[in-house]
């Protein structure tokens, strides 16, 4: 929908420093100073208000109401009127509001935030409540009428609001929390778990508030920590995604970082208020916190609510939106299986391609050529071992710097090209500077090193070395302790990598004395990438007698006879099905043997349900 624009309006100090401090080019503030009737009437057709307000403290605090389209607008020039059905015992909003009816001259200061999930239309609102009345109906609920007078209206952009068709419900709210409701209760923490939005009030001094909804992939808000106050207390941590570059909530907590959150359950009805304090974290100082973060917000908690079947609505999920990018992880979450957590991650170095060798249609090996240098640091190139990770930066090559909306493309607006690929190789001793590893083409990265002209010089940054030292597999003829268990190595597709660097020193060696360390590869892949399974069979010797080959898809006329000839002819047992939980429980003993997975987040989460209880160890896909 086209959006009028007005030219009369500045931004505040604190939106100017963060232009700043972002590098925002300037431009003109596009904010109204009324409510245009065109955005009344996008108000009118939103089924969802999310508003905001200050309690006697100066605390914001934010709220969500409605169910049905027309429950707020227009009522006269620049005045909304709302009609909902609220939670009032434990909504703060409405407290807040209706504990005073006017303050001064102007009303209660107020914001809001009218949202269509479904057409993810949204208009942010600033002004002040003139009179508000509520009419108790039933045990905490209750029937809300306010007049909400419009300083400045602004409509909106609809990237990261996954699309929703929301129903009424009449709420049955419950306190759950105790007391200021930190630690925040675990059923909290679940909800922040898969949620995917929320609202956040924000205020500049005693002038203006603002309102508006950051969304993104379920998950996307990150608990830091949930302790007791004395402890440290409770603090989230999200990504700012790249939206319009006004930062007008981001410039509010420049210059105040006090802000208000409401996190609703569109399943449950169940909501979390939080009222506490923000801060900006920008590039390093985000990325060490949340790894591959440009920009995030870190919230201290101050206090909060969480209340069981608060909301007058639901809502279901229609579809995500494709902006979302993938859930950022802390790096206290990330932990071993973190190939950015190393410290080598800050080394200079840079890989230049030497070969690519196409495997399967979809699947390729590239050769690198490392070149290391301390840039006047002191700093060198950390060796890697067998199994690792290496992470390298595609931005020189792929980012196209910033655009507010990139339809044909919108996954590269958050995307920061830092890529992780296991090393498929091990060390090579006549070929120490030598880097390979075995890939899927899946998104910009791997799809400029499938097209790239290998005669012309290609060199991508590397950013280190790194990945889980439990991930190790017990080697034979080692000097390690030997660990009388069944290694049992899932893999599903490219999930092979790790093992193409290790297997030769995992395998059991013929007529060892007191060798127990055995070894078992179940390996899941498409009909497609056969020729992929047949030269790791090559490649280490004594591999098929090992493994137990999963086939799903269809399979060529020549897969099929590679997989008849040449893969039986090593050893490799083939089934032409999915894997099951039958055929991992059966390799090995429970309680002598281990398993190590190495698949994508789906079938990891089942391997992970039929493996309960048993020890195992993982690579994720999901960074």
């Not at 300037?26 to 939103?46: E, F, I, K």
């Not at 269509?116 to 045990?139: F, H, I, N, Q, Y």
Request: proline fraction near 6%.
């Amino acid at each position: 929908m086209a959006q009028i624009i007005a030219f009369d309006s500045d931004f505040h100090p604190g939106e100017l420093a963060v232009h700043k401090l972002l590098r925002v080019p300037h431009r003109h503030n596009p904010t109204h100073h009324d409510l245009p009737p065109q955005l009344g009437y996008r108000v009118a057709v939103s089924p969802l208000v999310a508003v905001g307000t200050l309690d006697r403290r100066g605390r914001p605090w934010a709220s969500v109401w409605g169910g049905e389209k027309g429950f707020a607008q227009p009522v006269a020039k620049d005045v909304l009127g709302v009609r909902a059905t609220v939670g009032e015992r434990w909504d703060p909003v409405v407290r807040e509001l209706l504990a005073v009816e006017k303050e001064g001259e102007g009303g209660k200061m107020m914001a809001g935030l009218s949202i269509d999930p479904e057409t993810r239309d949204r208009v942010k609102l600033a002004g002040a409540m003139a009179v508000g009345t509520a009419t108790k109906t039933t045990p905490g609920v209750a029937e809300l009428q306010l007049a909400f007078r419009v300083d400045e209206a602004l409509g909106n952009c609809p990237k990261y609001i996954n699309k929703k068709r929301i129903y009424p419900r009449v709420p049955a709210p419950r306190l759950e929390s105790e007391g200021n409701g930190v630690p925040l209760p675990q059923a909290a923490i679940d909800l922040l778990d898969k949620a995917d939005l929320f609202f956040v009030a924000s205020k500049h001094g005693t002038k203006s508030m603002d309102v508006n909804i950051r969304g993104g992939p379920p998950g996307f808000v990150r608990v830091l920590r949930n302790r007791e106050e004395g402890a440290g207390g409770t603090a989230l941590v999200y990504p700012e995604y790249s939206g319009n570059r006004l930062y007008q909530t981001l410039g509010n907590i420049h210059d105040d970082p006090a802000v208000g959150i409401v996190v609703p359950d569109f399943e449950t009805g169940d909501v979390l208020y939080i009222t506490g304090n923000a801060a900006i974290l920008v590039g390093e100082v985000a990325a060490a916190v949340m790894p591959h973060a440009k920009l995030a917000i870190r919230i201290e908690v101050v206090e909060a609510r969480f209340v069981r079947e608060g909301l007058s609505f639901r809502g279901e999920v229609i579809d995500y939106s494709p902006y979302n990018p993938a859930v950022r992880r802390l790096a206290c979450e990330k932990g071993l299986n973190d190939p950015t957590a190393d410290p080598s991650s800050d080394t200079i170095a840079t890989a230049k391609l030497v070969t690519r060798e196409r495997l399967t249609p979809t699947i390729s090996r590239y050769v690198f050529k490392l070149a290391t240098s301390d840039g006047g640091t002191g700093k060198r190139l950390k060796a890697w071992q067998p199994g690792q990770h290496v992470t390298l930066d595609f931005s020189e090559e792929l980012d196209m710097g910033y655009s507010h909306m990139r339809d044909e493309d919108p996954q590269s607006l958050n995307d920061d090209f830092v890529r992780t690929f296991t090393v498929s190789r091990p060390i090579d001793a006549d070929a120490v500077d030598e880097l390979e590893i075995t890939v899927r083409r899946h998104g910009p990265a791997t799809a400029l090193l499938e097209r790239w002209n290998v005669r012309a010089p290609l060199e991508i940054p590397v950013l280190g070395f790194g990945g889980a030292e439990g991930f190790r597999l017990p080697t034979n003829g080692g000097n390690e302790e030997k660990s009388h268990k069944t290694s049992v190595f899932v893999a599903a597709g490219v999930g092979i990598t790790p093992l193409m660097a290790q297997g030769a020193g995992v395998l059991p060696t013929a007529g060892e004395e007191g060798n127990e360390n055995e070894f078992r590869l179940l390996w899941s892949i498409r009909g497609e990438d056969i020729p992929l399974a047949v030269d790791v069979l090559k490649r280490i010797p004594g591999l098929g007698s090992t493994m137990k080959l999963f086939v799903t898809g269809k399979i060529g006329e020549e897969e099929r006879g590679l997989m008849l000839g040449t893969i039986h002819d090593l050893g490799a047992e083939v089934l032409e099905r999915r894997i099951g939980a039958s055929d991992v429980l059966a390799e090995g003993d429970k309680g002598s043997r281990k398993y190590y997975l190495c698949a994508g987040p789906g079938m990891t989460r089942e391997l992970l349900k039929w493996t309960e209880g048993e020890e195992v160890v993982y690579e994720s896909f999901e960074y």
